[in-house]
């Protein structure tokens, strides 16, 4: 059935512009826009239903396209302890930071899993966010692992909401690996990626590249396994220091590299050859209270793609707010207001690989868009949290 959406303003985030359609109507057939275009060129037939948006701004939804939504336990007082004076070393030293998740994830039942996750899904979506990628990553055994993909495929099964899997299996060195890095990237690229992928769980792998986890030549291997197994890439990289990560991320044709602190102009032309999407996560930035900028000028002039998402994860962005984050993206990482939003449609499409079908408000599209009771596309980076007034549409249906 056709659906007729009208009385409305689009910012279409058509070529990561708001490419603006004043006074627009949006026309829409099962899961998908038909057409869409200025009101007065409305193509004549029968709509046997129509909306009245009630001079709404209408965007694509947000894509979320990094977070870590699927985790068990809670490490606030990890939080409180570091705004006490307490490091991240000794706080690690104790069998906390990572390790702690690891252990709370491995114990929690799939339900669990779920149950927890859910809620945390459920706030960004309340942000009108369509599209979500989770990372496994606090598993790191073969067992965790698969129950943490399979807690991410459930979760895109049962929430009205479009979920992309992205197996982490390299995120960090489990206790069982003790010194043995080798070892363990041997194990993920000889067993766990194989048995994973054959059970249908991955859309994606990814890796962290950093001095406190794994090589650049570690990485690699991990990659090679990917690329035999038919699966995109995607790589943490330059967060903390500079390893040239994102420049080996280029080489694999890697859908994107995210943090990008410490990235060098040399990486973002290896970047922009390959386009692969710079990923930034002002969430990280903040907690962390880095003072490093990513170099947003070598990314402007090179033409790099920059997709903004939350990272939402228990240790350095336990950020629930996706539009938060773009007002972080703007205020801490000099972005405007219209890069903040393409970097959370169409670019972060891009960085799922889904910017065929996903990511701009144009004909043949899914009809994934929230329609927004604000004055202008800048208020979705100006106001601080909130629940702004709107009406979502997934698959060309009205949410709740």
Same mark, same amino acid.
């Given at each position: 059935?056709?659906?007729?959406?009208?009385?409305?303003?689009?910012?279409?985030?058509?070529?990561?512009?708001?490419?603006?359609?004043?006074?627009?109507?949006?026309?829409?057939?099962?899961?998908?826009?038909?057409?869409?275009?200025?009101?007065?060129?409305?193509?004549?037939?029968?709509?046997?239903?129509?909306?009245?948006?009630?001079?709404?701004?209408?965007?694509?939804?947000?894509?979320?396209?990094?977070?870590?939504?699927?985790?068990?336990?809670?490490?606030?007082?990890?939080?409180?302890?570091?705004?006490?004076?307490?490091?991240?070393?000794?706080?690690?030293?104790?069998?906390?930071?990572?390790?702690?998740?690891?252990?709370?994830?491995?114990?929690?039942?799939?339900?669990?899993?779920?149950?927890?996750?859910?809620?945390?899904?459920?706030?960004?979506?309340?942000?009108?966010?369509?599209?979500?990628?989770?990372?496994?990553?606090?598993?790191?055994?073969?067992?965790?692992?698969?129950?943490?993909?399979?807690?991410?495929?459930?979760?895109?099964?049962?929430?009205?909401?479009?979920? #992309?899997?992205?197996? =982490?299996? $390299?995120?960090? /060195?489990?206790?069982?690996?003790? !010194?043995? @890095?080798?070892?363990?990237? %041997?194990?993920?690229?000889?067993?766990?990626?194989?048995?994973?992928?054959?059970?249908?769980?991955?859309?994606?792998?990814?890796?962290?590249?950093?001095?406190?986890?794994?090589?650049?030549?570690?990485?690699?291997?991990?990659?090679?396994?990917?690329?035999?197994?038919?699966?995109?890439?995607?790589?943490?990289?330059?967060?903390?220091?500079?390893?040239?990560?994102?420049?080996?991320?280029? #080489?694999?044709?890697? =859908?994107? $590299?995210?943090? /990008?602190?410490?990235?060098?102009? !040399?990486? @973002?032309?290896?970047?922009? %050859?390959?386009?692969?999407?710079?990923?930034?996560?002002?969430?990280?930035?903040?907690?962390?209270?880095?003072?490093?900028?990513?170099?947003?000028?070598?990314?402007?002039?090179?033409?790099?793609?920059?997709?903004?998402?939350?990272?939402?994860?228990?240790?350095?962005?336990?950020?629930?707010?996706?539009?938060?984050?773009?007002?972080?993206?703007?205020?801490?990482?000099?972005?405007?207001?219209?890069?903040?939003?393409?970097? $959370?449609?169409?670019?972060?499409?891009?960085?799922?690989?889904? @910017?065929?079908?996903?990511?701009?408000?144009?004909?043949?599209?899914?009809?994934?868009?929230?329609?927004?009771?604000?004055?202008?596309?800048?208020?979705?980076?100006?106001?601080?949290?909130?629940?702004?007034?709107?009406?979502?549409?997934?698959?060309?249906?009205?949410?709740?």
């Amino acid at each position: 059935m056709k659906t007729l959406w009208q009385n409305c303003h689009a910012a279409t985030m058509a070529q990561g512009a708001y490419s603006i359609i004043e006074d627009a109507a949006i026309v829409t057939q099962g899961e998908h826009i038909q057409w869409i275009g200025p009101r007065a060129e409305l193509p004549v037939g029968d709509y046997p239903a129509i909306n009245d948006l009630k001079g709404a701004w209408v965007t694509p939804g947000l894509i979320d396209c990094h977070t870590h939504a699927v985790f068990g336990g809670n490490r606030s007082g990890e939080f409180e302890q570091r705004l006490q004076g307490v490091s991240y070393a000794d706080i690690a030293a104790a069998g906390g930071g990572i390790a702690s998740t690891v252990r709370a994830t491995r114990a929690a039942s799939e339900d669990e899993l779920f149950a927890s996750a859910a809620k945390r899904l459920k706030s960004l979506m309340r942000d009108g966010v369509t599209t979500v990628e989770i990372k496994s990553g606090y598993g790191l055994d073969l067992p965790s692992e698969s129950k943490m993909l399979r807690v991410i495929r459930r979760l895109g099964a049962e929430l009205p909401v479009s979920v #992309r899997s992205t197996c =982490l299996a $390299a995120h960090a /060195l489990p206790p069982e690996y003790k !010194d043995r @890095a080798d070892d363990y990237i %041997e194990h993920i690229c000889a067993e766990m990626l194989p048995a994973l992928a054959a059970e249908g769980l991955v859309d994606a792998v990814d890796a962290f590249c950093e001095y406190l986890a794994f090589s650049p030549e570690q990485v690699e291997r991990v990659f090679l396994t990917a690329q035999r197994l038919g699966l995109p890439v995607k790589l943490h990289a330059e967060q903390l220091s500079s390893l040239h990560g994102s420049s080996l991320a280029a #080489r694999y044709q890697a =859908l994107s $590299a995210d943090h /990008l602190e410490f990235m060098t102009e !040399d990486d @973002a032309k290896a970047m922009a %050859e390959s386009g692969t999407v710079a990923v930034l996560l002002p969430g990280a930035f903040y907690f962390l209270r880095e003072t490093q900028l990513p170099p947003m000028d070598a990314l402007r002039k090179h033409g790099v793609k920059i997709a903004v998402a939350s990272d939402l994860n228990p240790g350095t962005s336990p950020a629930l707010s996706l539009r938060l984050m773009l007002n972080m993206a703007c205020t801490c990482l000099r972005l405007t207001p219209e890069e903040a939003l393409a970097g $959370a449609t169409i670019h972060a499409a891009q960085a799922l690989g889904m @910017a065929q079908t996903h990511g701009s408000l144009e004909a043949g599209k899914v009809a994934d868009f929230v329609a927004w009771h604000i004055d202008r596309p800048a208020d979705l980076s100006y106001w601080l949290g909130g629940d702004l007034e709107k009406r979502v549409v997934r698959h060309g249906v009205e949410i709740d």
